[in-house]
């Protein structure tokens, strides 16, 4: 298994790819845990209740500022049962706005406060990502990771390393199949995937010309 986290994570980590072809592509992912687990942080924090009571938020696409966290299929756990996100927090607006942008730039945020990156935050979405690859996800959860998107359903296009909400079982991952996306999380999806298809041809580029 190959784990890429330095940015741009998801280039770098297609182009890894690319430059060991005897290495099947489907061993190679890319951090997109530590954004996945912010989105949890922030849900968890609006409804007074921890990280490991919010479970299958997604991040799709790229570890940039135009990630999209999407909570349209989120379940919380709210005094014993489990609700979906957007019906626990009734506040739409907030949702698809200031949360979106929060965990996209929370990055950014973090190192104008503490003049330092949040490494131990980092640290930990590694140790989630491997533990996950390693244990399997438990039943009835997803995961968001950086994955090859060739043969997805989800219309992006192939050979982009775009995070994708996963579950793995003997050390394989699956790409979560038949989530109805919307029209705002198409768009935003589409964004992403736009960006990321940019970056791999200017990274390509580059490599060729070196």
């Not at 890894?16 to 922030?42: G, M, V, W």
């Not at 049962?81 to 990055?107: C, H, M, N, P």
């Not at 994708?164 to 919307?182: D, Q, Y």
Request: hydrophobic content about 40%; aromatic content about 8%.
């Amino acid at each position: 298994m190959v784990i890429v986290v330095g940015n741009p994570a998801n280039t770098n980590c297609l182009t890894a790819s690319k430059s060991a072809p005897s290495i099947p592509k489907e061993n190679f992912s890319c951090l997109t845990r530590l954004d996945h687990n912010r989105a949890k942080a922030q849900i968890a924090l609006k409804l007074g209740v921890t990280s490991e009571d919010v479970k299958n938020v997604i991040i799709w696409g790229n570890h940039s500022s135009t990630q999209y966290p999407d909570v349209n299929h989120a379940k919380v756990k709210l005094q014993g049962k489990e609700v979906g996100v957007y019906e626990a927090l009734k506040d739409d607006s907030w949702l698809k706005g200031e949360f979106i942008t929060t965990v996209q730039q929370r990055g950014a945020s973090v190192i104008k406060a503490r003049k330092l990156s949040s490494a131990m935050s980092a640290a930990k979405a590694i140790c989630d990502h491997v533990r996950d690859i390693w244990f399997g996800t438990p039943e009835g959860e997803f995961v968001s990771m950086g994955i090859i998107s060739d043969g997805n359903s989800y219309g992006v296009p192939d050979d982009l390393l775009y995070s994708f909400p996963v579950t793995i079982k003997n050390k394989t991952w699956k790409i979560v199949e038949g989530l109805p996306v919307n029209d705002f999380s198409r768009e935003k999806m589409d964004l992403t995937a736009k960006e990321l298809k940019e970056e791999k041809e200017t990274a390509f580029e580059f490599l060729s010309s070196a």
